[in-house]
């Protein structure tokens, strides 16, 4: 209920307003975004690439109906590759990044956001990494894995995206986990109906479970995107036949950080998903609507000090 209602407010523009003004904010922010700048980015990367953490950089941004806004976050994304590369963090695919179609166009015409998109993998690729497409509201989810689809024909290794709590993910594992397919499974993180989505948590846990029981017997190169400790652990237990680094774990930054270690120094390939850039507020309302003490942290932040 709680969640529900953290994302139908996050879809306020008082609510957006009177949150993204608010001084403090800010600092709540830093524990779930590296900071604004690209300088940010890069030292947060070489940070956890020293702990043997490896990296998926997003630029904070979504929902753009301006072609122009969808530009800059090109440019944006080609300025990241080009300092990672520079700075040696993107090699073997060490750090890569996460893209959000509808910041590169995807409301105004999707074949702009292809091409925004192509863009980016070419950047990527020459940095000898990979871009993996996030997943937004299932409104996008045809048109993001036809996007996909086309990116895949010139760059093979790029990721997708699938949502556990949509009823449909099953089948799309089955679509995507043949050999060079890179899919990251989450449970999603929008407000989505019944119609198409499982509402309860049980039921979207044991959608996971079989989603991830798909990718694992696959051919493909599953990422298990999950900060739940039973899932963290089933998925070691659906890994075993397979060795380790053709597989990985994924965690967002700022969550479950000791958890992250522990799995990195068993060996395990662990990938943190690190969100820069000025435009955080969709970014954190989803963190917030994830757990209410996240909710209790950031009102108290706010009462206390503005
Ligand atoms: P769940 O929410 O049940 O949390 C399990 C435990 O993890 C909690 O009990 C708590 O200990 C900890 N935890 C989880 N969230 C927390 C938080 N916000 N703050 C503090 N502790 C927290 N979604 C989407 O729709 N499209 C996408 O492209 C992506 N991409 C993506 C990448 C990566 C790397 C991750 C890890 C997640 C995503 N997600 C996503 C988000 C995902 O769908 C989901 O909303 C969150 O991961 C929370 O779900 P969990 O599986 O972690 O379980």
Same mark, same amino acid.
């Given at each position: 209920?709680?969640?529900?209602?953290?994302?139908?407010?996050? #879809?306020?523009?008082?609510?957006?307003?009177?949150?993204?003004?608010?001084?403090?904010?800010?600092?709540?922010?830093r524990r779930f975004v590296s900071g604004e700048a690209v300088d940010d980015a890069v030292r947060t990367t070489a940070s956890l690439q020293s702990t043997g953490l490896t990296v998926s950089l997003d630029h904070l941004g979504e929902d753009t109906? &301006?072609?122009g806004q969808a530009e800059a976050t090109v440019q944006a994304y080609l300025l990241?590759? &080009?300092?990672?590369?520079?700075?040696?963090?993107?090699g073997g695919g060490r750090t890569e990044v996460s893209v959000k179609l509808t910041a590169v166009g995807q409301a105004i015409d999707e074949g702009l956001?292809?091409?925004?998109? #192509?863009t980016i993998c070419r950047a990527a690729h020459a940095a000898g990494t990979t871009v993996t497409l996030d997943m937004e509201d299932h409104t996008t989810t045809d048109s993001t894995l036809r996007v996909l689809a086309e990116l895949r024909q010139e760059f093979p290794e790029t990721g997708a995206v699938l949502q556990a709590y949509l009823h449909r993910t099953e089948d799309d594992?089955?679509?995507?986990?043949?050999?060079?397919?890179?899919?990251?499974?989450?449970?999603?993180?929008?407000?989505?109906?019944?119609?198409?989505? !499982?509402?309860?948590?049980?039921?979207?846990?044991?959608?996971?479970?079989?989603?991830l029981r798909v990718l694992m017997q696959g051919e493909g190169y599953p990422?298990?995107?999950?900060? &739940?400790?039973?899932?963290?652990?089933?998925a070691?237990?659906?890994?075993?036949?397979?060795?380790?680094?053709?597989?990985?774990?994924?965690?967002? !930054?700022?969550? #479950?950080?000791?958890?992250?270690?522990?799995l990195a120094d068993a060996g395990e390939t662990v990938?943190?998903?690190?969100?820069?850039?000025?435009?955080?507020?969709g970014y954190l309302m989803r963190r917030l609507a994830e757990r209410p003490a996240n909710l209790v942290f950031f009102l108290r932040a706010l009462a206390t000090r503005s």
């Open positions: 209920m709680l969640r529900q209602a953290i994302l139908a407010a996050a #879809r306020n523009d008082t609510v957006k307003r009177v949150v993204a003004a608010a001084p403090l904010s800010r600092n709540v922010v109906l &301006d072609a990241l590759l &080009d300092r990672l590369h520079e700075a040696g963090l993107t956001a292809r091409d925004n998109a #192509r594992c089955r679509a995507l986990s043949g050999a060079g397919s890179r899919v990251r499974l989450c449970k999603g993180a929008y407000r989505e109906p019944a119609e198409v989505a !499982f509402q309860s948590p049980a039921e979207v846990d044991r959608a996971y479970v079989r989603c990422m298990v995107a999950s900060h &739940d400790p039973r899932l963290v652990a089933i070691g237990r659906l890994a075993e036949h397979r060795s380790q680094g053709s597989y990985e774990y994924q965690m967002l !930054f700022g969550i #479950r950080t000791l958890e992250q270690q522990r990938r943190v998903y690190v969100p820069y850039g000025d435009e955080w507020y």
